[in-house]
């Protein structure tokens, strides 16, 4: 005996009975799904794990490849959440064997953040852009490790500048710790200055003005 479609066979007493409203077809018991119904085109439904429903799980998508046949899709592996495709990542995770952060500027997974950012502590798995001046930072945009080629890295305030702060000249030989130009400071003798030596002053401290 076979029913017809939307109606399952109840085997005890040979009869037949409805399926879920969601479900095109069942198996075993009304909501028991294996596929499903177009309830309407404004609320399409997806097939999973022998349910329909109208939102996918995270780690799945609404795959309307086939748009008779509307499913939940798995997402990549390092995915936690997904749209449009398996690799189209809004969110990414950790499995057992290594730790996914996702691309600040691009919906990919990565086990690393790219040059110009950095691992967000406030966001889990996620890279957020440095500032502009920054080529590498730590924990925030602004908290710079080296600069971009225009800019000199200041250590002890973090910061890429155009101008090194009084008591420091731009360094025009590249760090090649930092891998960038720095802020170096001046000679003790020196309020400002364009190089590391006492003949480089371009003015003096008050105690070097008073002697003189």
Known sequence: MSCPSSQYLVASNHSCLMCS?????????????????????????????????????????????????RLCSKCSFSCTRCS?????????????TAVYYKDANYNVC???????????PSVPNTCSNCDNSCTQCKNSSTNCQSCVSSYYLYAAASQCLS???????????????????????CSSECLTCYGPTSQNCTSCTNIVSSLG
């Open 163 to 185: 101008v090194c702060p009084q008591s420091f000249y731009n360094n025009p030989n590249l760090d090649t710790v930092a891998m960038s130009y720095v802020c170096s400071a």
């Open 110 to 120: 990565q086990n690393s953040c790219n040059l110009q950012q950095y691992f967000n």
């Open 21 to 69: 409203a969601l479900c095109n077809t069942c198996d075993t018991s009304s909501t028991n799904c294996t596929s499903c119904a177009l309830v309407n085109l404004l609320t399409p439904v997806y097939f999973f794990n022998y349910t329909c429903v109208e939102t996918c799980p995270n780690d799945y998508f609404a795959n309307d490849a086939n748009t008779t046949n």
């Open 84 to 96: 449009g495709s398996a690799t189209n990542c809004s969110a990414c995770g950790n499995t057992t």
